[in-house]
């Protein structure tokens, strides 16, 4: 029984080792898939903006070809679009990832130190609308990652 379990276990600690938070191959696939995912963007980026050809083949009557491939390396509008579509991979990883756990425990037990009064009565207009900007200090950041990402 064991001699059979055996290539089953081989495998599985192979394919944990990409599954694993953490381990080196779990961070190679999200590398390639990183870079991947970058790629097709800027394809996209690259027609839409700068009216270029097709980078890649797929689902195209024409694209640039293989030589159009080296000439794109001497083009700075696809770097900029690959600028831009690494930009939007990178926002769209943080907003949909969210943050570590044992991160947002440590934040959240920092910001318990603030304690918020209760609204001023009586007083000038600035300090209603200081009180509203303590209220909401931190979240701006939280909003424009989600509008990012939607965008």
């Known amino acids: 029984m064991a001699l059979i379990s055996l290539p089953v ?21 999200g590398a390639i898939g990183f870079w ?3 790629l097709l963007s800027t394809d996209s980026i690259w027609q839409v903006l700068f009216q270029g050809k097709p980078i890649f083949p797929w689902f195209e009557t024409e694209w ?6 080296l000439q794109l390396l001497f083009n700075p509008l696809f770097w900029i679009s690959f600028g831009i579509s690494a ?3 990178v926002m769209e990883a943080r ?21 918020l009064g209760s609204k001023p009565n009586g007083n000038i207009d600035l300090t209603v609308a200081l009180w509203g900007d303590y209220k ?7 909003h424009t990652g989600g509008a990012i990402s939607e965008a």
């Open 87 to 89: 930009l939007v991979q």
């Open 136 to 142: 909401r200090a931190g979240m701006k950041e939280r």
């Open 9 to 29: 276990i081989f495998i599985s600690h192979i394919i944990a080792q990409f599954v694993t938070p953490g381990t080196p191959g779990y961070k190679l696939v």
């Open 36 to 38: 991947i995912g970058t």
């Open 95 to 115: 907003t949909l990832r969210g943050k570590d756990p044992n991160q947002a425990k440590h934040e959240f037990e920092e910001s318990k130190q603030y304690t």
């Open 64 to 69: 640039i070809g293989w030589f159009g491939w």
